[in-house]
T-cell receptor, first 114, second 112 residues
Framework: DADVTQTPRNRITKTGKRIMLECSQT?????MYWYRQDPGLGLQLIYY???????NKGEISDGYSVSRQAQAKFSLSLESAIPNQTALYFC?????????????FGPGTRLTVL | SQQGEEDPQALSIQEGENATMNCSYK?????LQWYRQNSGRGLVHLIL?????REKHSGRLRVTLDTSKKSSSLLITASRAADTASYFC????????????FGTGTRLKVLA
């Protein structure tokens, strides 16, 4: 089974709708991240969390919110989706006990906002 | 804004040839990592080089880091069709606000 899973894998929604993307991990890592990737571009950090009580904004947090429900779960919400939030979204984890923060990625969620 | 810039943006080579891609950055770093992404899928970690290291090897991968020039290169030797993917550098920065910055990526195509 995959260590980092994301649901749904694909989602089409309409402008103004609230949508939640979910991430679960079995790696036992404390640190979790949400990124978005636009076509032909690198990843941009949306939010990150170093433990259950810790939430931090990344480069592009406007229009997004997150919830760290447990060590293993980190959800990303779009309160009112807009078309320019159409992108590929990735969840990642890393081990706080390591000195390198190597990140382990989920398979991604392809979100289309019409 | 992203602080890692990679070049070339795209690279097409024949199987068996070497592929070199470069990453330049503007900030101070703790380490620099390289990741691979197959089309539309999650990134996979390849190799890490710390700021006090100049060169690392892993199988057919060779990474160099020049902190004075704020640049790194990834060399894939004896490329294979299966190496076709996008490659990203990722910066673990020393800035006060934690940021893990990804480069813009190099799309590598290895022709059989």
């Amino acid at each position: 089974d995959a260590d980092v899973t994301q649901t749904p894998r694909n989602r089409i929604t309409k402008t103004g709708k609230r949508i939640m993307l979910e991430c679960s991990q079995t790696k036992g890592h404390d640190r979790m991240y949400w990124y978005r990737q636009d076509p032909g571009l690198g990843l941009q950090l949306i939010y990150y969390s170093f433990d259950v009580k810790d939430i931090n904004k990344g480069e592009i947090s406007d229009g997004y919110s997150v919830s760290r429900q447990a060590q293993a779960k980190f959800s990303l919400s779009l309160e009112s989706a807009i078309p320019n939030q159409t992108a590929l979204y990735f969840c990642a984890t890393s081990d706080a006990t390591g000195a390198t923060d190597t990140q382990y990625f989920g398979p991604g969620t392809r979100l289309t906002v019409l | 804004s992203q602080q890692g810039e990679e070049d070339p943006q795209a690279l097409s080579i024949q199987e068996g040839e070497n592929a070199t891609m470069n990453c330049s950055y503007k900030t101070s770093i703790n380490n620099l990592q390289w990741y691979r992404q197959n089309s539309g899928r999650g990134l996979v970690h390849l190799i890490l080089i710390r700021s006090n290291e100049r060169e690392k090897h892993s199988g057919r991968l060779r990474v160099t880091l020049d902190t004075s020039k704020k640049s790194s290169s990834l060399l894939i030797t004896a490329s294979r069709a299966a190496d076709t993917a996008s490659y990203f550098c990722a910066l673990d920065t020393t800035s006060g606000t934690y940021k893990y910055i990804f480069g813009t990526g190099t799309r590598l195509k290895v022709l059989a």
